[in-house]
């Protein structure tokens, strides 16, 4: 059973917007943080943003602050990233992952569970 589902991938032009979703279901994560990664082609995964389930304590990376923003919405148990002012080096699959615990953890083996991931691809 897939534990978290990633959706909202795909094409957009540079300057644009997005809004991917990570949907959480089989357990509870409430005692968990919810982060978001992505990987470019023949590049090592990334951490891109994350945030306690209960919504608060964002924390980003800084090649997309203040340009992404992470939100969590318990009633809909998913966690958003908004994209904006998107650039071609924002391509990549963007998966969604969580872990136990409450410190802000942003390395990709520190996770305890992810999801399949979504691509996104940004045209110039």
């Known amino acids: 059973q897939e534990l978290l589902v990633e959706s909202g991938g795909g094409l957009v032009q540079a300057g644009g917007s997005l809004r991917l979703s990570c949907t959480a279901s089989g357990r509870t994560f409430g005692s968990y943080r919810i982060g978001w990664f992505r990987q470019a082609p023949g590049k090592e995964r990334e951490f891109v943003a994350t945030i306690d389930w209960s919504g608060g304590r964002p924390y980003y990376a800084d090649s997309v602050k203040g340009r992404f923003t992470i939100s969590g919405d318990n009633a809909e148990n998913t966690v958003y990233l908004e994209m904006s002012s998107v650039k071609p080096e924002d391509t990549a699959v963007y998966y969604c992952?969580?872990?136990?615990?409450?410190?802000?953890?942003?390395?990709?083996?520190?996770?305890?569970?992810w999801g399949k991931g979504t691509l996104v691809t940004v045209r110039s």
């Open positions: 992952a969580a872990h136990q615990g409450m410190k802000v953890l942003t390395t990709a083996g520190a996770m305890d569970y």
